[in-house]
């Protein structure tokens, strides 16, 4: 079956734009995701849903980060009035159920200019 | 607040060397340790996952091992291949994953 799909990959935003970065998990993956890769760093873990429902967005940076799942599969990470320190990796996963091995997307890397 | 470091930051060796990178985590209570390999520009392609109540874990020439009581966990890689250089990234799984920095790893022919 099909991994987990990203898109787009690349985006270029000016600064004070929204941008929306969607994730497709893996068919039946009821966990999911988000995570930020800054250039040279670790992914650092943004929010996760199980099914629809959003348990934690304790590593949302701000209030401009917003997520959601509404139907429990394809999610959607959105930023509001991006800036530059926005600038990363943004990377999804999916896991069967909690606690379980999680598998990755290929990614969006977002540039603000 | 659990931590996840790893060492050596870099590492250039030879072909054929036989190679250690360390994980090391502040926090025990995990449910398993994923290792990952990140090649430049590419997304995370998952290599091993230890469940927290293994002590290891083997695929080809990658072993890696888990010492949840001491916060330790190792990947071993035998007779190294210039294809193997990339970065390589553990993490613990807590219900999300926390990362390390990561190992910059050069094999040179």
């Known amino acids: 079956g099909a991994g987990v799909s990203q898109s787009p990959r690349y985006k270029v935003a000016k600064r004070g734009q929204d941008v929306a970065l969607r994730c497709d998990p893996i068919s039946g993956h009821v966990s999911l995701f988000w995570y930020q890769q800054a250039l040279g760093q670790g992914p650092e873990f943004l929010t996760y849903f199980q099914n629809e429902a959003q348990l934690d967005k304790s590593g949302l940076p701000s209030d401009r980060f917003f997520a959601e799942r509404p139907e429990g599969s394809v999610s959607t990470l959105k930023i509001q009035r991006t800036q530059q320190e926005d600038s990363a990796v943004y990377l999804c996963a999916s896991s069967s159920e909690r606690g379980n091995e999680q598998f990755f997307g290929p990614g969006t890397r977002l540039t603000v200019l | 607040k659990q931590e996840v470091t790893q060492i050596p930051a870099a590492l250039s060796v030879p072909e054929g060397e036989n190679l250690v990178l360390n994980c090391s985590f502040t926090d025990s209570a995990i449910y398993n340790l994923q290792w990952f390999r990140q090649d430049p520009g590419k997304g995370l392609t998952s290599l091993l996952l230890i469940q927290s109540s293994q002590r290891e874990q083997t695929s080809g020439r990658l072993n890696a091992s888990l010492d949840k009581s001491s916060g330790r966990s190792t990947l071993y890689i035998a007779a190294s291949q210039p294809g193997d250089s990339a970065t390589y990234l553990c993490?613990?799984?807590?219900?999300?994953?926390?990362f390390g920095t990561g190992t910059r790893l050069q094999v040179f022919p």
């Open positions: 993490a613990v799984n807590t219900d999300k994953l926390i």
